[in-house]
């Protein structure tokens, strides 16, 4: 096995676990946002710019479902691509090349949805916060 396909695999390894990290990120700070953003507006006399909020938590579920569907999708893609080595193996053939299909680029969009749903949440967030503190 070549040094070049070595470092493929690690740098490959390395990208999985950072997708895998900002996913949890993205879910444990929406979570944690959505929580908290219902206990101040309980607080809140006479809240001003609701929609703002309601469009927060909306996009910030939205957030959550797509890095969930992400998972979904990164699961079936390695799946795929595990099966395309074996069948690569036993056809002896020693030059395939492992390549992300149409899966893995299915979970690429939905990384970047739910990460741009959630960035939009915290900005409404942001805007609700900023029109309600007195």
């Given at each position: 096995?070549?040094?070049?396909?070595?470092?493929?695999?690690?740098?490959?390894?390395?990208?999985?676990?950072?997708?895998?990290?900002?996913?949890?990120?993205?879910?444990?700070?929406?979570?944690?946002?959505?929580?908290?953003?219902?206990?101040?507006?309980?607080?809140?006399?006479?809240?001003?710019?609701?929609?703002?909020?309601?469009?927060?938590?909306?996009?910030?579920?939205?957030?959550?479902?797509?890095?969930l569907l992400s998972?979904?999708?990164?699961?079936?893609?390695?799946?795929?691509?595990?099966?395309?080595?074996?069948?690569?193996?036993?056809?002896?053939?020693?030059?395939?090349?492992?390549?992300?299909?149409?899966?893995?680029?299915?979970?690429?969009?939905?990384?970047?949805?739910?990460?741009?749903t959630f960035f939009?949440?915290?900005?409404?967030?942001?805007?609700?916060?900023?029109?309600?503190?007195?």
């Amino acid at each position: 096995m070549s040094n070049l396909h070595e470092q493929r695999k690690w740098l490959e390894a390395g990208l999985s676990a950072a997708y895998r990290e900002s996913d949890k990120l993205v879910v444990n700070v929406s979570s944690a946002v959505l929580a908290l953003s219902v206990a101040f507006i309980g607080q809140v006399k006479d809240p001003q710019n609701t929609l703002a909020i309601k469009c927060s938590w909306l996009l910030l579920l939205t957030a959550i479902a797509f890095v969930l569907l992400s998972l979904i999708f990164e699961q079936r893609e390695r799946e795929s691509r595990i099966s395309k080595i074996d069948q690569g193996i036993e056809a002896g053939d020693e030059g395939f090349r492992d390549e992300a299909g149409a899966w893995g680029k299915v979970v690429f969009v939905l990384n970047l949805l739910g990460m741009a749903t959630f960035f939009l949440g915290l900005a409404l967030l942001a805007c609700f916060l900023i029109s309600n503190l007195k």
